[in-house]
T-cell receptor, first 114, second 114 residues
Framework: AQSVTQLDSQVPVFEEAPVELRCNYS??????LFWYVQYPNQGLQLLLK??????LVKGINGFEAEFNKSQTSFHLRKPSVHISDTAEYFC????????????FGTGTRLTIIP | KAGVTQTPRYLIKTRGQQVTLSCSPI?????VSWYQQTPGQGLQFLFE???????NKGNFPGRFSGRQFSNSRSEMNVSTLELGDSALYLC?????????????FGSGTRLTVV
């Protein structure tokens, strides 16, 4: 079984400042890692995913994440945020062995301050 | 192309009733998964269907069931509704079986049980 911990439930950031949203996971097997974003009254949109290879993954909207196996982390970063980045962000994990479910963290609400 | 379509968007039901939610995946997508989102429990996996077969099921009581049709459209049914079933129900589709491919989520059906 896997679990995901998102350490910050809310993160306020000034516009054009950098941001890091933290995610740690626990699993006894190799995993795939994902970040999804949810805007108000909408479903989830995939930002980026780590499957294998380079540990630095680039996604949409200028976001990137780095997989750190030794620290079991997959933190999401953006060098300069915009008002439009206000949303809830979910880290998720799945195993690599055909179990098709995603296990999500509890989410981080990112609020951009003008 | 059209995204994942969930109907209805909003639903109010009385405790003890049953409800059916519908999900039309992106054209060509054959895998459909369902998730429940609540403030208390977050996002939890319900079940996943591929080519009309349920391949995975989450830890939900038997009151929760689903099916997939030959055109890949899926329905989920909740019988004997309880107040705790109030949630946003999200459907996600992917081109093939394999969570690594990445899901496309619909906007969800918000169910309120009174």
């Amino acid at each position: 079984a896997q679990s995901v911990t998102q350490l910050d439930s809310q993160v306020p950031v000034f516009e054009e400042a950098p941001v890091e949203l933290r995610c740690n996971y626990s699993s006894s097997v190799s995993v795939y890692l994902f970040w999804y974003v949810q805007y108000p009254n909408q479903g989830l949109q995939l930002l980026l995913k780590y499957l294998s290879g380079s540990t630095l993954v680039k996604g949409i909207n200028g976001f990137e994440a780095e997989f750190n196996k030794s620290q079991t982390s997959f933190h999401l970063r953006k060098p300069s945020v915009h008002i439009s980045d206000t949303a809830e962000y979910f880290c998720a994990v799945s195993d690599r062995f055909g179990n098709e479910k995603l296990t999500f963290g509890t989410g981080t609400r990112l609020t951009i301050i003008p | 192309k059209a995204g994942v379509t969930q109907t209805p968007r909003y639903l109010i039901k009385t405790r003890g009733q049953q409800v059916t939610l519908s999900c039309s995946p992106i054209s060509g997508h054959r895998s459909v998964s369902w998730y429940q989102q609540t403030p208390g429990q977050g996002l939890q996996f319900l079940f996943e269907y591929f080519s009309e077969t349920q391949r995975n099921k989450g830890n939900f009581p038997g009151r929760f069931s689903g099916r997939q049709f030959s055109n890949s459209r899926s329905e989920m049914n909740v019988s004997t509704l309880e107040l705790g079933d109030s949630a946003l129900y999200l459907c996600a589709s992917s081109l093939s079986q394999g969570v690594s491919v990445g899901y496309t989520f619909g906007s969800g059906t918000r169910l309120t049980v009174v």
